[in-house]
């Protein structure tokens, strides 16, 4: 098989090989460093077809059609519909399409997003999976996705922008969020749950609330899927703070932001939010997300990284860097594994996380963490 040549995610000529599609790529973009969130979604939209009687996809933005097929081919999709915003990739798109799909199971139309979630809502053509693979933030897509989806139903959004979510860009994350992001160790996971944020948030405009079924950080991009359910409900809504003296973080709703002294040291903390501080994954479904990788036999890197999310599902909204650890202990970067193993025999939990590999979630404050990682040196 001739593979693509790819140039910051451009794919000049070639083919492209992912779970069981293969799509000419031409000059549509295509990052094959994405493939693992994809591969989720693959494994989030079979558990759902398995749950449901039909699954419908809209994937919003589809590029060189690469979701459309593998939604097709390993999610048991009914139906797709393949949505591209640059009509110059029709004859790349139908190409793929046509040699891995049957007529009358895709469709591909060449339009804005949000003109295509209103015609469905027009029509009450409502769909199981939204796949909303955006450049920058997702936002201006929320709202009007949720015309178009079925109660129940799935909602993939995407965001590249780090800069915004990280903390750098204050006055632009209020204007996209909703939200303060202020710059601090953990700030992979803030983006995660500002986008989770802005989906309840939009969602509540409506009487409806989500529910995460997962959460990626890839090392550039953030993406979560939301299932979306009916009857507005109190959702983990609140801030993150942040203590650059002891670095303690705490969560907070709007009643105690006149009342955040650092608990450990008494310094104002820097503050984020609002946003989601729920689970980041629901942990039943990534359970069989995990079983049914196993089951296709899938490569075992996915299976450990479906392990790492099942565990660290319940987690406070925040992680504690090993570097960090050290640096404020005094101390050589501690073991990961072995401090993970000190803290779960004490009283507290802890366990690895897919948003750093050297890093720890738990629940211990940090001068726990600090005390045990001096243990280990000893």
């Known amino acids: 098989m001739k593979r693509a040549l790819v140039r910051g995610g451009l794919a000049d000529e070639g083919y492209g090989h992912e779970g069981q599609a293969r799509v000419a790529i031409a000059n549509a973009f295509y990052r094959p460093s994405s493939q693992v969130g994809r591969d989720l979604a693959v494994l989030a939209a079979a558990i759902y077809r398995q749950q449901h009687p039909q699954l419908r996809v809209i994937d919003a933005m589809t590029g060189c059609g690469v979701r459309p097929l593998r939604y097709h081919l390993e999610s048991g999709a009914d139906s797709v ?42 029509q009450q053509d409502y769909y199981d999976l939204i796949d909303i693979d955006s450049f920058g933030s997702p936002t201006p897509f929320v709202s009007t996705a949720l015309w178009a989806i079925k109660f129940g139903g799935l909602l993939y959004l995407t965001s590249t922008d780090g800069r915004t979510t990280g903390g750098h860009a204050v006055d632009k994350s209020i204007q996209l969020y909703g939200a303060c992001a202020r710059s601090h160790p953990a700030v992979h996971e803030q983006g995660l749950r500002l986008l ?51 670095g303690q973080f705490r969560t907070a709703d709007w009643r105690q932001l006149g009342q955040l002294g650092c608990e450990a040291c008494g310094t104002a903390p820097v503050v984020s939010g609002p946003m989601w501080l729920g689970p980041l994954h629901d942990e ?6 995990l079983a049914l990788a196993n089951q296709r036999q899938w490569p075992q890197t996915i299976q450990q990284l479906l392990a790492i999310m099942v565990k660290e599902a319940a987690m406070p909204p925040y992680y504690y860097s090993l570097a960090e650890i050290g ?17 779960d025999a004490g009283d507290y939990r802890a366990t690895r996380t897919h948003l750093d590999a050297q890093a720890i979630k738990t629940d211990a404050p940090l001068a726990t963490c600090i005390d045990a990682a001096k243990s280990l040196a000893q």
Not at 210 to 221: E, L
Not at 284 to 289: E, G, K, L
């Open 81 to 122: 519909w393949a949505n591209e915003g640059n009509p110059e990739l029709q004859a790349v798109l139908s190409k793929n399409l046509h040699q891995g799909m049957a007529p009358g199971t895709y469709r591909i139309t060449h339009q804005d997003a949000n003109q295509l979630f209103f015609s469905c809502a027009q």
């Open 196 to 246: 989770i944020g802005c989906a309840a948030q939009k969602a509540a405009e409506r009487g409806f609330h989500i529910q995460p079924v997962f959460s990626i950080f890839n090392g550039t991009i953030h993406r979560v899927m939301v299932r979306v359910l009916p009857r507005p409900q109190t959702d983990p809504y609140g801030f993150l703070a942040y203590c650059y003296g002891c």
């Open 284 to 289: 039943d479904y990534v359970a069989q997300m």
């Open 327 to 343: 640096r404020r202990g005094q101390m050589d970067i501690p073991s990961r594994d072995r401090l993970i193993q000190v803290l």
